[in-house]
């Protein structure tokens, strides 16, 4: 069974703020939505594109040193967490990780690799990777893949 599809190629920011957009008329409450990739791939603007897919007027920003930030004013919350500078489960459990998973919104998280024990079953998990230039190709995946370069 293949764990991936094969992707798309995004070009430049605003494509990939488009396809977060896509993404965000089509989340629910409840939905988490898994993002990987290096440094720079574009997963910050994809959830920009997202909370606008949700209906928010937020300006969204990498929440890498706060860990989360909350995006309330569209048609359902954004919670949008950042597992990079995370050195271990406990900081996660202790900002109220499963909190926010009861709280009907629809969680985006940067770096959900880095715990992928701590992501609900049924989570989409995409990762992004550069493709030269200001190309991103974007790939939906069936769950984690252990070991894989992060």
């Known amino acids: 069974m293949r764990k991936e599809d094969s992707g798309r190629i995004l070009t430049g920011e605003e494509a990939t703020e488009a ?3 896509d ?6 409450p409840g939905d988490v939505v898994c993002l990987c ?3 720079g791939a574009g997963k910050t603007r994809l959830v920009a594109g997202m909370a606008r897919g949700l209906q928010s007027a937020a300006r ?10 909350e995006y309330v004013d569209g048609r359902a919350p954004l919670f949008h ?5 995370l050195e271990g489960p406990e900081e996660l459990w ?3 990780w499963e909190e926010y998973l009861d709280r009907e919104g629809v969680v985006a998280v940067e770096w959900a690799d880095r715990f992928p024990e701590l992501i609900p ?5 995409w990762r992004l990777e550069q493709a030269g230039g ?8 069936r769950g984690f893949v252990e070991g894989e370069a992060r």
């Open 81 to 85: 967490f950042d597992f990079y500078r």
């Open 94 to 96: 202790a900002l109220g």
């Open 19 to 21: 396809f977060g957009e």
């Open 23 to 28: 993404l965000g008329r089509a989340a629910r």
């Open 60 to 69: 969204v920003t990498s929440p890498t040193f706060s860990i989360v930030h």
């Open 134 to 141: 200001d190309r991103r190709r974007i790939v939906r995946r």
């Open 37 to 39: 990739g290096a440094l």
């Open 121 to 125: 079953g049924g989570a989409s998990w």
